[in-house]
């Protein structure tokens, strides 16, 4: 198998390469943390975690804090095991000769 097709297309975007990043060594990260952490905008943020979301990458959690909207995000497994092979086909294609 080639091993460019071994890459998962969701995790293309730096973006995305981050959000994963970042949520792999979390168990909930907030979404001003996340945005200043990555330091992009709250559209740009919330454009990539609908697309993680809809492939079953990351859950999201809604709550009210006080009066306060606050909203988390985790890895589920199923990210967990497509990012974690996304990391090894990049390992195999950086180490090959």
Known sequence: M????????????????GIMS????????EFKEMKETLDITDGNLASHITGLEKN???EVKKEFVGKKPK?????TKTGRKAFNLHLNALEK?????
């Open 2 to 17: 080639n091993l460019f097709q071994s890459l998962n297309k969701e995790f293309e975007s730096r973006i995305r390469l």
């Open 56 to 58: 079953d990458y990351i």
């Open 22 to 29: 970042i949520l792999m060594v979390n168990e909930w990260v």
């Open 93 to 97: 294609l950086i180490n090959r000769k």
């Open 71 to 75: 909203t988390s995000y985790r890895a």
